[in-house]
Every structure is written in C-alpha cells, then in structure tokens.
C-alpha cells in the first residue's frame, strides 16, 4: 500500500485550522477584556494615585515614622479630606451649579440683542433649542459633564470613586510587596537593574502626580480669590473646583477651565468677562513658564514636543485618564529606550 505519509502537523489544514482556532479564542479575549474596561479603568486609575501617595509616604518615613505609621498617616489624612469635601465642598458647588442653570436663560435673551446672533439663529433656531437644553436640565451635566464629570458626578458615581479609594489604599499599603514580587519574576543577573529601572519609573510617576496636584489646587486657590474679588463669588467655588479638575488634564485642561469661565464672565458683565481674559491669559503664561516648569522639573524630563503628542494620543485614547497617564507613560518609555536600546546600540 506504499510508504506512510509524514505526520499531520504541519499540513495547511492543521496551521489553518489551529490558526483560526487562536485568532477566534484572542477575539473572545479582547471582548473580555473590553467588557471589563470600566473596572480595569478603575484600577489604573488607582494604582495611579497611589504610586503619586507615595512620595508623602516616604516623605513621612525620611523623618522617622514607621512605614506602617506613614501608611496610618497618609490614609487618615486622605480619608479625613475626602469627608471634609463631601460634607462642606459638594452642597456649596450643587446650590452653584443650580444657580448658573437658573441664569442661563437670561444670558440667552442677551445674545439675542446681537445682530450677528439674530440672524444664525433665524437661520438654525440657535437660541430656541439651547433654551430647551437648559430648561430640559440638561445644561449643568453638559456643561460640567465629559471631561470634568469626575469631580461633578460624585453622587452618581459614588460606588466607584469608593472603590478607588479603597484600591488606591489597598495598592498604597502594599505597593513594596507588589514591586518585590513583579521584580522577581526577571531573571536573577538582570534583577538588579530592572529594580533600578522599575523604581526610578514609579518615583517619576509619583512626583509627576503630586505636582500636577500642586499645580491643579494653586490655580484652583488663584481662581477662587479673583472670582470673589472681580464680582463673581455667587459661582467662585463651583468655577474655582472647576478650573483645578480641568488644569490637571495636560496642555488643553487650563485653556478650557479659561474659556470657560470668561464665557461666563461676558455673560454676566462685559466689564467681568473682559477682566476674566486678562486675567488667564496673565496667568496661563505664568503657570506655563514659571511655575509647570519649578513643579515639574524634578517629575519628567521630556522635550516639548513629546509631551504635546503623548497628551493627544492619550486623550484621543482613553479621554481624561489616557491625557493624565500619557506624559508619566511617555517618560518611562523614553527612559527605558535611553537605558535599554540605546546603551545595547552603542556597545555594538
């Protein structure tokens, strides 16, 4: 009957059949995977935060406080500002919120003395429809909604900012056991630098998130004080709260809590308005080339251009948390090409 035939494994039938079989279980995978994205969104943005708790940790255990006694510290005191905001800061920015919808009305009667406004909205019944936006409710979700909704929808997503929280403390307390048991896993000759490498990458994060921290509450303190000095102090807080959540968001966050607050300023006050842009304009430039650059010098070390690319590309990515993640991201990708590549290129 002849000779046998070699074995089957290599035939077209049996690499196309396998190979079907493993692209069909890495699609079933990947809907997986993106049917969990809300909660693995979740723990990055915890592990996030705690990595940038982490300085104030350490900070604690410099002046001779325990680890464990840094950790009680650092806890309480997270734990203690979270009540404090919830039980003081929301009921002020919800009563504001409800007053700056109250009053959008009126400022849609106002465009209406515009010529140029008359007729776009003879046209395409402009002023008609974003008066039933606001009277529908829908005006304070989106207007204070996408990329602010974080801070502005804490009662709706109070379930998961508790998970974070608890996340956030649980990776804090056991962010060196976690980074002991990742670095073991690389081979015992090469363990030594990748600690070197994977601490140097976590102490940039950190210090990349305690100063935009820094940042975002300096120009939410600086708004505060000129929206009560300019005649503004019916919204400052809501206004103030606003302008730090959105100053945290790289290269974009600051101009859009800008905008923001001149377009309400005009409307309340042309005279109000127009010192509302001179005033974020004076402080734009200050922020961007005095104070971001003392804050964040010691954080990352990346070139301009870097970090305008890293922004989009994340915000483009994952929105907000994409656009804080990019630039620590793009660091340690930066440093790991410098220590690795690099330096393996030019010892050939």
Same mark, same amino acid.
């Not at 008066?131 to 804490?154: E, I, M, P, T």
């Given at each position: /009957?002849?000779?046998?035939?070699?074995?089957?494994?290599?035939?077209?039938?049996?690499?196309?059949?396998?190979?079907?079989?493993?692209?069909?279980?890495?699609? #079933?995978?990947?809907?997986?995977?993106?049917?969990?994205?809300?909660?693995? /969104?979740?723990?990055?943005?915890?592990?996030?935060?705690?990595?940038?708790?982490?300085?104030?940790?350490? #900070?604690?255990?410099?002046?001779?406080?325990?680890?464990?006694?840094?950790?009680?510290?650092?806890?309480?005191?997270?734990?203690? $500002?979270?009540?404090?905001?919830?039980?003081?800061?929301? =009921?002020?920015?919800?009563?504001?919120?409800?007053?700056?919808?109250?009053?959008?009305?009126? #400022?849609?009667?106002?465009?209406?003395?515009?010529?140029?406004?008359?007729?776009?909205?003879?046209?395409?019944?402009?002023?008609?429809?974003?008066?039933?936006?606001?009277?529908?409710?829908?005006? $304070?979700?989106?207007?204070?909604?996408?990329?602010?909704?974080?801070?502005?929808?804490?009662?709706?997503?109070?379930?998961?900012?508790?998970?974070?929280?608890?996340?956030?403390?649980?990776?804090?307390?056991?962010?060196?056991?976690?980074?002991?048991?990742?670095?073991?896993?690389?081979? $015992?000759?090469?363990?030594?630098?990748?600690?070197?490498?994977?601490?140097?990458?976590?102490?940039?994060?950190?210090?990349?998130?305690?100063?935009?921290?820094?940042?975002?509450?300096?120009?939410?303190?600086?708004?505060?004080?000129?929206?009560?000095?300019?005649?503004?102090?019916?919204? +400052?807080?809501?206004?103030?709260?606003?302008? $730090?959540?959105?100053?945290?968001?790289? /290269?974009?966050? +600051?101009?859009?809590?800008?905008?923001?607050?001149?377009?309400?300023?005009?409307?309340?006050?042309?005279?109000?308005?127009?010192?509302?842009?001179?005033?974020?304009?004076?402080?734009?430039?200050?922020?961007?080339?005095?104070?971001? =650059?003392?804050?964040?010098?010691?954080?990352?070390?990346? =070139?301009?251009?870097?970090?305008?690319? +890293?922004?989009?590309?994340?915000?483009?990515?994952?929105?907000?948390?994409?656009?804080?993640?990019?630039?620590?991201?793009?660091?340690?990708?930066?440093?790991?090409?410098?220590?690795?590549?690099?330096?393996?290129?030019?010892?050939?």
């Amino acid at each position: /009957m002849g000779e046998p035939g070699g074995p089957l494994r290599h035939s077209p039938f049996h690499l196309g059949f396998f190979g079907a079989l493993g692209a069909l279980v890495a699609f #079933w995978l990947g809907q997986q995977v993106l049917a969990l994205g809300g909660t693995i /969104m979740l723990i990055v943005v915890a592990m996030f935060l705690a990595a940038g708790l982490n300085p104030v940790v350490e #900070w604690f255990t410099r002046r001779g406080l325990s680890r464990t006694w840094s950790l009680v510290a650092v806890i309480g005191v997270v734990l203690g $500002a979270l009540t404090l905001f919830v039980a003081a800061i929301v =009921p002020v920015i919800t009563d504001q919120i409800a007053a700056l919808t109250d009053n959008a009305p009126g #400022w849609l009667d106002q465009l209406q003395g515009n010529e140029r406004v008359q007729a776009l909205d003879e046209q395409f019944q402009l002023i008609e429809k974003a008066r039933d936006y606001v009277a529908n409710g829908d005006f $304070a979700s989106a207007a204070f909604g996408g990329v602010v909704g974080v801070g502005l929808a804490v009662f709706s997503a109070l379930v998961n900012t508790f998970i974070v929280v608890v996340l956030t403390l649980y990776f804090l307390a056991s962010l060196d056991k976690t980074k002991d048991a990742l670095y073991r896993l690389a081979p $015992a000759s090469r363990r030594d630098r990748v600690t070197r490498l994977g601490d140097r990458i976590l102490a940039n994060v950190g210090a990349y998130v305690s100063g935009a921290f820094v940042i975002a509450v300096f120009a939410g303190v600086t708004s505060l004080i000129f929206l009560f000095i300019v005649g503004l102090g019916q919204y +400052a807080v809501a206004l103030a709260f606003v302008v $730090a959540l959105l100053d945290v968001i790289p /290269m974009i966050g +600051a101009t859009i809590g800008a905008v923001l607050v001149t377009a309400i300023g005009f409307a309340t006050d042309p005279v109000i308005g127009l010192a509302c842009l001179v005033f974020y304009v004076v402080y734009q430039q200050l922020e961007n080339y005095v104070i971001y =650059p003392k804050v964040m010098a010691r954080s990352v070390d990346l =070139p301009g251009a870097v970090i305008v690319i +890293a922004a989009l590309a994340g915000a483009g990515l994952l929105g907000v948390v994409g656009a804080l993640l990019a630039i620590p991201t793009a660091a340690a990708i930066l440093l790991l090409t410098r220590e690795v590549f690099v330096r393996r290129q030019d010892a050939r």
